[in-house]
């Protein structure tokens, strides 16, 4: 079945939209780029690049991630309002953060928190999910980067779906592990929302 975009986003989709494409727009000028350089270094289509600056679409992980390289900053400046990472110094020796006060974006189909995005010189991106999405056709592709994967439930019960036609039923507390470059969706198979954690590796080369 063909992977499109949900028809009706919610209000609090929008507001998310529109905050991101604030970010965007602000880094993007700070460079300077254009659009039309951006989309060159992202292979994201620069109608969808003009859409996330006006907050008209809700974007995946893997944009998320081929921006941020792009433009040079750590994802966590795109992700939401909270402090970006102080790269200056020496790490810290660990880092504490809620859920609470961690900054979020939702999809749609997926409702992410970006954990410990303070944390200077991260090698991995920890997240936290509720997954929405239960048909594959609430989805206009599936997501890949560079990487690997690895997730827990935390509640529900979840499938993960691939592009090459295979797929992982899980139930809570059980994990996978998988090459994020493997065009991939995650759906709710459960009652209620699927919770998961995910830890990605870093999108920046080292």
């Known amino acids: 079945m063909p992977l499109k975009t949900p028809a009706s986003p ?3 989709i929008l507001a998310d939209r529109s905050s991101l494409g604030v970010r965007l727009r602000a880094l993007r000028k700070a460079r300077p ?32 991630a081929a ?8 994802i966590a400046e795109l992700f939401g309002p909270a402090a970006a990472p102080d790269n200056t110094g020496p790490a810290p020796t660990a880092l504490r953060c ?19 995005g303070q944390y200077p010189h991260r090698s991995m991106t920890p997240m936290y999910g509720r997954i929405l999405a239960r048909d594959a056709s609430e989805f206009d592709d599936y997501m890949r980067h560079a990487g690997q994967e690895f997730l827990v439930v935390l509640e529900g019960e979840l499938e993960i779906r691939f592009e090459n036609g295979d797929a992982m039923q899980l139930a809570k507390h059980e994990t996978a592990y998988f090459d994020s470059g493997v065009g991939h969706i995650y759906l709710s198979r459960s009652a209620k929302p ?8 870093a999108w920046h080369d080292e």
């Open 67 to 74: 921006v941020a390289r792009a433009l040079d900053v750590d």
């Open 194 to 201: 699927a919770e998961i954690m995910v830890v990605m590796t």
């Open 33 to 64: 780029m254009t659009l039309k350089e951006l989309s060159a270094l992202t292979g994201v289509a620069l109608s969808t690049l003009s859409k996330m600056e006006l907050g008209q679409v809700s974007i995946s992980y893997a944009k998320f």
């Open 98 to 116: 809620t859920l609470d006060e961690s900054p979020g974006y939702l999809t749609g189909t997926y409702d992410y928190k970006l954990l410990a």
């Open 10 to 12: 919610a209000d609090d």
